[in-house]
Nanobody
Framework: QVQLVESGGGLVQAGGSLRLSCTGS????????VAWFRQAPGKEREFISG????????YYTDSVKGRSTISRDNAKNTVYLQMNSLKPEDTALYYC?????????????????WGQGTQVTVSS
């Protein structure tokens, strides 16, 4: 069993930066692929970034590519999402998710473990 806790969200002006963290409990977290999803008001939850268990492979959706960097520190059981050049349309509740095995996917149904989310609000 893995429990996930997100942190690092907040209110930031357009053009600013935030670093989101996802800390996992359990010894198996370091073997889990991890993804970040977000859900804006009135919209479906969407995949934005993922990282494999070792951190070698990373994935981004087009809307954040070039502005975001995902990384992980398995010694700290933490995955990070550095977000730069934030835009008002990045405003959403951000979730991290993990699955026990396999590859990073963009489908939320593939992920077993979810955090409670951290709110990111970008003002114009």
């Amino acid at each position: 069993q893995v429990q996930l806790v997100e942190s690092g969200g907040g209110l930031v002006q357009a053009g600013g930066s935030l670093r989101l963290s996802c800390t996992g409990s359990g010894r198996t977290f370091s073997t889990c692929p991890v993804a970040w999803f977000r859900q804006a008001p009135g919209k479906e939850r969407e995949f934005i970034s993922g990282i494999n268990y070792s951190g070698v492979r990373t994935y981004y959706t087009d809307s954040v590519k070039g502005r975001s960097t995902i990384s992980r520190d398995n010694a700290k059981n933490t995955v990070y999402l550095q977000m730069n050049s934030l835009k008002p349309e990045d405003t959403a509740l951000y979730y991290c998710a993990a699955r026990p095995l396999g590859l990073v996917t963009s489908s939320e149904s593939d992920y077993v473990y979810w955090g409670q989310g951290t709110q990111v609000t970008v003002s114009s």
